[in-house]
């Protein structure tokens, strides 16, 4: 969403995945528009539903490259970044991101999920070693239909197997998405609600740095992380809003189906 630590608080929260919602009011990722707006993820999947997900992400972060949070069960302290009143002894953790979707292949049901594009941006919080996130916001793009949103919202369950704080649906965004060798750009509202641009880092030879052999969250399958050190990362409509520059991104190609948890529910060693 890794080491074994990271790895032990997601399999602590299977049970309460990612379609799950706390409060709607007061929290940290509240739009500065109307928490009106938003509504609370509810559990959208027909008992039995087969579904297939394949997807590539334009992902990036406050932490610094590469991400400690794939490694460790606290992300990245951030010195100089504190409220007044705060210890500088003891500088605040957070990981702020930013992921771009769009669906390569997929289904629910009879239900196509090509080409679809969403966003998710959020803060896993300062300490996740008990699978608990911060709080989250989902944007679709207005081309997604509602039977598409049920299928990506019930894969997202199965990527992202944590508790949050507090996760909700945002209004509809229009959303750009380009993926390139040397540069890739994703936008949400033309850049005015969020943003994230990468830039390739230069390996030894002009191919792309990737990890290999390294999980992403839930997915049983990727094809690697494609290091891209981002020049901004942004979502600009949080309250209070936030903007990163030179931290950490990367492209990453997600693979997950129906049935990868019950191939897997037998095997798993948190």
């Not at 990468?198 to 399958?221: F, K, S």
Request: aromatic share 10%; hydrophobic share 40%.
């Amino acid at each position: 969403m890794q080491s074994r630590i990271l790895s032990a608080a997601l399999g602590a929260a299977l049970s309460l995945c990612w379609i799950q919602c706390a409060q709607t009011t007061g929290a940290d990722g509240a739009s500065s528009e109307s928490w009106s707006d938003y509504r609370p993820v509810e559990a959208v999947a027909p008992a039995g539903a087969d579904w297939s997900f394949n997807a590539t992400i334009i992902e990036a972060c406050s932490c610094p490259m590469f991400c400690q949070c794939y490694f460790n069960s606290k992300p990245a302290d951030h010195p100089g970044c504190c409220p007044e009143d705060a210890d500088p002894r003891t500088p605040p953790r957070y990981c702020r991101f930013n992921n771009a979707f769009r669906v390569n292949h997929g289904r629910y049901g009879a239900v196509s999920l090509d080409g679809a594009k969403f966003w998710v941006a959020g803060d896993l919080g300062g300490d996740f070693s008990q699978g608990q996130m911060n709080w989250a916001v989902a944007h679709f793009d207005p081309a997604v239909s509602a039977q598409q949103r049920e299928g990506i919202l019930t894969a997202l369950g199965a990527l992202y197997p944590v508790r949050w704080q507090s996760f909700t649906v945002g209004k509809d965004l229009p959303m750009e998405w380009e993926a390139g060798k040397q540069r890739s750009v994703a936008r949400l509202d033309g850049g005015k609600a969020a943003e994230v641009v990468l830039l390739a880092n230069q390996g030894m030879t002009d191919e792309p740095i990737v990890i290999h052999n390294l999980r992403y969250w839930g997915a049983p399958r990727n094809e690697g992380f494609v290091l891209m050190q981002n020049e901004v990362e942004a979502y600009r409509i949080a309250d209070p809003p936030f903007e990163h520059r030179g931290t950490n991104g990367f492209m990453i190609t997600v693979d997950l189906n129906s049935k990868d948890g019950e191939r897997t529910a037998s095997t798993k060693s948190y």
